[in-house]
């Protein structure tokens, strides 16, 4: 079931709108943190092209299959002035298309990669691999506050799943296809991984499509086959990880998920494809990306600012009227924030204070993400 009293961030005046454009720059700001960037993919200017020239047919995301990307997770120190590349970094790693990193216990870490979650040791050693036949262009993994579970994102399949970190075993799941994101609107088609439901489906005259990962693969459907697609998830703290939320590419909604009910309430509305939900302060960060900005929320998800990269300098040519901000994560500190944005760099910013800088990165790295592990 879905429910919603959905807020759309642009139809109340009670936000506070924070242009970083009039923020001062400070070339101290992130120097010695040690972060972790995870790199999706080693084509960022091909990326480019293809979303100008989606934005110009009025479509976006892929319509047919392609080869995985191969991606890199590097470790490094952030240096003033210095452009963040794989020299003198603490360390690398080829991977399938890597979009999560997560911190677990006795000093391992995980990395999802495009179909299957990596779990290495602190000498990078490869000790653990979980995989699930619904697993499908991974996403966000968050760790349980117990340390026993994660939280995985598969956008591949419109879905969210908890995952014993050990065993592999689903502890829970949830698809949209099943609460209230169905059918999908480009043809409106009924999606299902129940056959006999879509038999069912059929019999009555609706068009449906039986998903079989089996067909789909690592890959998951392509991104206009989805419903919903989410991308990013979190435990909700607030309220003893009794719900979950999570951020919909297709929808433009930030969701709360009841986790004994899987039932849908909408928090946020009308965001341009939302992306990296996470808590910060009191409350919440959540980006929508092709805006440009991010919003800083309440426990209980009421929007309270809205930080915008929007005419910063720094864009390469061709995408003057595009944004795109990847995602906004913070800093060991707890106040400072990192932010992607894709055609800029990876910025630094100070909300409290207003200031900003920024780090210019491998101009070929499409990075989904970057953690901090704290300073050096």
């Known amino acids: ?25 400070d070339n101290s700001l992130g120097a010695g943190e040690r972060i972790v960037i995870v790199i999706k993919s080693l084509d960022q200017k091909e990326r480019r092209e293809r979303l100008i020239c989606s934005a110009k047919s009025g479509t976006l995301g892929r319509i047919e299959p392609r080869p995985v990307a191969q ?11 210095s452009k963040i590349s794989t020299s003198g970094n603490c360390w690398i790693m080829e991977l399938e298309e890597p979009r999560g990193f997560a911190k677990l216990p006795n000093d391992t870490s995980a990395i999802s990669e495009i179909g299957q979650i990596s779990i290495f040791d602190s000498n990078l050693k490869q000790v653990n691999t979980l995989k699930h036949d619904f ?10 506050a117990d340390r026993e579970k994660m939280l995985v994102v598969s956008g591949g399949y419109d879905s969210i799943f908890e995952v014993d970190i050990k065993t592999g075993a689903i502890k829970w799941s949830w ?57 990013s998830a979190y435990y909700n703290i607030y309220k003893d990880e009794t719900t979950i939320v999570a951020t919909l590419f297709h929808a433009g909604e930030l969701i709360e998920i009841d986790k004994k009910t899987g039932d849908v309430f909408v928090r946020l509305s009308g ?37 915008s990269f929007t005419d910063m300098p720094g864009k390469p040519a061709g995408m003057e009227e595009e944004e795109w901000l990847q995602s906004v994560s913070p800093l060991s500190d707890g106040r400072q924030l990192l932010a992607v944005d894709a055609n800029r760099g990876l910025f630094v910013i100070d909300v409290e204070n207003r200031k900003w800088n920024v780090f210019d990165i491998d101009e070929n790295w499409c990075v989904q993400e970057v953690y901090s592990l704290g300073s050096a």
């Not at 959905?6 to 009039?22: I, M």
């Not at 006999?196 to 059929?202: D, I, N, S």
């Open 1 to 25: 079931m879905k429910n919603s009293q959905p807020v759309n961030p642009s139809e109340t005046g009670l936000v506070q709108s924070l242009p970083v454009k009039e923020f001062a720059r």
């Open 71 to 81: 991606g890199l997770a590097v470790c490094t120190e952030l240096v003033p002035d």
């Open 135 to 144: 697993f499908g262009f991974l996403h966000t993994i968050i760790l349980s």
């Open 175 to 231: 698809f949209g296809w099943d609460h209230g994101y169905n059918p999908r609107q480009q043809d409106g088609a009924f999606l299902t991984y129940d056959r006999r439901q879509a038999e069912a489906w059929q019999r009555q005259g609706k068009k449906a499509q039986f998903v079989a990962p089996k067909l789909y693969g690592k890959q998951g459907l392509v991104t206009a086959g989805r419903t919903t697609f989410p991308n």
């Open 271 to 307: 965001m341009n494809i939302p992306h990296s939900i996470l808590p910060w302060e009191s409350g919440w960060l959540v980006t929508s990306t092709r805006e440009g900005c991010f919003f800083t929320l309440s426990p209980t998800f009421q929007v309270e600012r809205q930080v």
